[in-house]
């Protein structure tokens, strides 16, 4: 075996080593693809939320020091061969910012040894997890900022209240709010998740017009929508199956993506491209978003004329693959 297929196979190793406990599917937030990732936390601390079982039943744990010594070594040599020094960091885990302020300040420091090159560190983060870290004696989010801590991800989902408590997703509008206002009060910038699809058709037309109205008070640097998927062990399912919660096609949450993004006049990025969208579309707000109204409605268009049931088929096959 030569010398460059010696270090692929360990480099293989070192990563099976590094991400196996996270399972198949393993995530992280689509604005921080290309970073490096270092396991801290595995899966989420809430984990009630009723149309996610994105973390397979896993318990939640934080990992301790001696593990994520041990990972930023194996990341150490990983990258070691690396033409540019790695400078974008991502901490691993459903909402690892729910880590306590010390620990996330240590964690800071021990990747700064292994990589001085660091800019930033970005993770997941609830709206909660925010917000325990401001108030009181100290500004924990500030000196978070200071440490290298940014570009936090939040799962908003929804700025409808009915649609947030119906989820069972554990914060609500005003939480949210407060969240991305104490982000921005310390300079840390932040992308928003929100999911089409969340408030089904019956809370559909709220979902999208207090969703709406919450970013349009925002600063996200980045919005990233998504679309409902039942996950087989999500606890939404079975209100599925009883026709209580009453799910929207895929045409349908491509006209509520439209009317949502047709209702924003923020200052962002819109990135439609996840996977679960059925058409996958990426612009800049409000530069683009007339282009992007436009084709969005050529895609309505087209895919009303054409065999839906195909396209899904082949964007569904294509998920693993791509």
């Known amino acids: 075996m030569g010398q460059d297929a010696e270090r692929i196979q360990e480099i293989r190793r070192l990563k099976q080593e590094i991400y ?15 970073t490096v990732q270092v396991p801290v936390t595995v899966s989420c601390s809430y984990r009630r939320c009723l149309y996610c079982d994105l973390n397979q039943g896993m318990a939640f744990r934080e990992l301790s020091f001696d593990e994520i010594d041990a990972n930023l070594e194996r990341l150490r040599v990983i990258h070691e061969r690396d033409t540019r020094p790695p400078s974008r960091f991502l901490l691993a885990g459903g909402n690892p910012f729910v880590l306590s302020t010390e620990k996330l300040l240590s964690i800071a420091e021990r990747v700064r040894a292994v990589f001085p090159s660091c800019e ?44 947030l408590r119906y989820q069972e997703k554990g914060v609500g509008r005003a939480e949210n709010a407060a969240a991305m206002a104490a982000l ?105 978003k007339d282009l992007l109204l436009r084709r969005i409605d050529a895609a309505l268009a087209e895919m009303s004329r054409g065999d839906l049931k195909q396209h899904e088929l082949r964007r569904w096959q294509n998920w693993g693959i791509e």
């Open 120 to 163: 930033y560190i970005a993770c997941f983060a609830r709206a909660d997890d925010v917000l325990r870290k401001t108030g009181g004696a100290s500004d924990e989010l500030a000196t978070l900022h200071q440490a290298g801590y940014d570009r936090l991800c939040l799962g908003i989902e929804s700025g409808s209240d009915r649609v």
């Open 184 to 288: 921005d009060a310390a300079g840390m910038r932040y992308s928003a998740y929100v999911m089409l699809g969340l408030g089904g058709r019956d809370m559909s037309a709220e979902h999208i017009t207090e969703t709406a109205d919450l970013l349009n008070a925002a600063h996200p640097f980045e919005l990233t929508v998504v679309t409902l998927v039942l996950f087989r062990g999500a606890r939404l399912v079975e209100k599925v199956r009883t026709r209580e919660f009453r799910r929207m096609t895929s045409l349908e949450t491509l006209k509520e993506g439209r009317e949502l993004l047709s209702r924003l006049t923020l200052s962002t990025v819109w990135n439609g491209t996840h996977k679960t969208n059925l058409f996958p579309i990426k612009g800049k707000l409000p530069e683009h």
């Open 20 to 34: 196996g406990e996270y399972g198949v599917f393993y995530y992280v937030p689509m604005a921080e693809s290309y």
